[in-house]
């Protein structure tokens, strides 16, 4: 059965950086798309990245830039790096695998990891 636990969040200072990991168990991260998305308090959840083999793409504007997605297949693991982070990406982020392409509706993703909080604060 495919698991996906994400680690790494936790309080960082406006600017500075992070590195969220997504362990993938269960399956070969080779057969499915690994998206990135965020919730913060009293918003909906929204797509930040996803990728499939080789293909990545980023959905959110304000994180162009500054956000990166990459893969390691030895370890089954997906990461998000964050960089020059802001107030704003204060969230809960999490990590998801679909069968399908690479999609920014949540809805399409069949597998969810537990969450990891970013707070960005001075």
């Known amino acids: 059965q495919l698991q996906l636990v994400e680690s790494g969040g936790g309080l960082v200072q406006p600017g500075g950086s992070l590195r969220l990991s997504c362990v993938v168990s269960?399956?070969?991260?080779?057969?499915?798309?690994t998206g990135w998305f965020r919730q913060a308090p009293g918003k909906e959840r929204e797509a930040i990245s996803c990728?499939?083999?080789?293909?990545?793409?980023t959905y959110k504007d304000p994180v162009e830039g500054r956000f990166t997605v990459s893969r390691d297949n030895a370890e089954n693991t997906v990461y998000l790096h964050m960089n020059s982070l802001k107030p704003e990406d204060t969230a809960v982020y999490y990590c998801?695998?679909?069968?399908?392409?690479?999609?920014?509706?949540?809805?399409?993703?069949?597998?969810w990891g537990q969450g990891t909080q970013v707070t960005v604060s001075s």
């Open positions: 269960g399956v070969t991260l080779d057969n499915y798309a």
């Open positions: 998801a695998a679909a069968l399908g392409p690479c999609s920014v509706w949540h809805s399409a993703y069949d597998y």
């Open positions: 990728m499939r083999g080789n293909r990545m793409a």
